[in-house]
């Protein structure tokens, strides 16, 4: 299964070019990565290749020469771990560019973690275990049941969902009972990885039964009108600017976060009675290779620095976190 879902992550990334509204230089300008190389604290980078959809690790960050801190982090988020990954090193100068950081979906990241750190994408493998481990607070829970990580969790921020459109909603999308109709074409985080699955289907339940939840995730599927994403935070906003979309479920940060760089993006609100919130937790890694230094990211999370940042993409502060905050 790890094999796998390698694999799938990899043809994701090739699956971005096949839209019809695809032009080449369209292409490359909403084509990931969309910071610029912000993601990457790395002093020295020696040759500069990035060829946006050719050659672009957009979800692996840093220098992996010695790293002193390794973080996986679900995905959901890559947009704040620039700003973070400054401000920890401002208030730790000792890990300027010695940090390594992955955003793969969740799930992927627990089958890293089970690989001992060994992972490949394209023509590429290498290993990086991993120091801290970033995702929904009850699979931290779990993972910390299962002994794959050390306890305890530590809760920082909360999220909620939202429907991500194509700038102006040319479907006039208004609700998610509105992702049923014939005409809308979806992009739906995949169940087998990525988390925030779980979350849609119950918001899916909330608005219109199990027969919504039903239609989407399978009716849709089945007839080929919704498209099950390897790596929704890089997908759906790409496959939405490339018109194979028309709409996709995510977590409200990551629409703000396209609105915010300018791509031709936008969401319709998700009524706070029909939304779901999450709120994401991380823990230590079992085994980890740089205990001091993961737990200084840990306690740097729910620092009110890291609590600013989180709030510029409509996160929530967990009250827990901030009152457990140095």
Not at 70 to 81: A, D, R, S, T, W
Not at 119 to 126: D, L, P, R, Y
Not at 214 to 239: C, N
Not at 295 to 300: D, E, G, I, N, V
């Amino acid at each position: 299964m790890h094999a796998k879902m390698l694999s799938l992550l990899g043809a994701a990334c090739l699956m971005v070019g096949h839209g019809p509204a695809m032009a080449q230089a369209q292409g490359d300008q909403f084509a990931p990565p969309w910071q610029h190389g912000t993601n990457n604290d790395a002093v020295n980078r020696g040759v500069e290749f990035t060829v946006p959809q050719i050659d672009v690790l957009a979800d692996f960050h840093g220098d992996l020469t010695d790293p002193r801190l390794v973080l996986y982090v679900g995905g959901n988020y890559f947009f704040v771990m620039a700003p973070l990954v400054k401000a920890f090193e401002e208030a730790n100068p000792a890990y300027k560019g010695r940090l390594y950081w992955e955003t793969i979906p969740p799930g992927l990241l627990v089958e890293q973690i089970k690989a001992g750190g060994r992972i490949t994408s394209g023509n590429m493998t290498w290993t990086a275990r991993g120091d801290v481990y970033f995702a929904g607070l009850g699979a931290v829970n779990r993972l910390i049941d299962e002994h794959l990580l050390t306890g305890p969790a530590i809760p920082y921020v909360t999220n909620t969902l939202t429907i991500m459109v194509r700038k102006g909603n040319p479907k006039g999308i208004a609700s998610l009972a509105d992702l049923a109709r014939s005409d809308v074409r979806l992009a739906m985080p995949n169940p087998a990885f990525e988390g925030i699955a779980r979350q849609i289907r119950e918001a899916l339940v909330k608005a219109g039964g199990e027969a919504l939840a039903k239609t989407v995730y399978d009716a849709k599927v089945a007839d080929g009108s919704a498209m099950l994403t390897h790596i929704h935070h890089r997908q759906t906003p790409l496959f939405l600017m490339q018109g194979v979309a028309d709409a996709g479920v995510t977590w409200q940060s990551e629409a703000l976060f396209q609105e915010q760089v300018g791509n031709p993006i936008a969401h319709v609100d998700i009524p706070s009675a029909g939304n779901v919130t999450e709120t994401y937790g991380g823990a230590m890694i079992a085994g980890a290779p740089h205990p001091e230094a993961a737990q200084a990211w840990l306690t740097f999370i729910r620092s009110p620095q890291a609590m600013a940042i989180f709030a510029r993409y409509g996160f929530k502060p967990v009250a827990a976190a901030i009152s457990a905050a140095p």
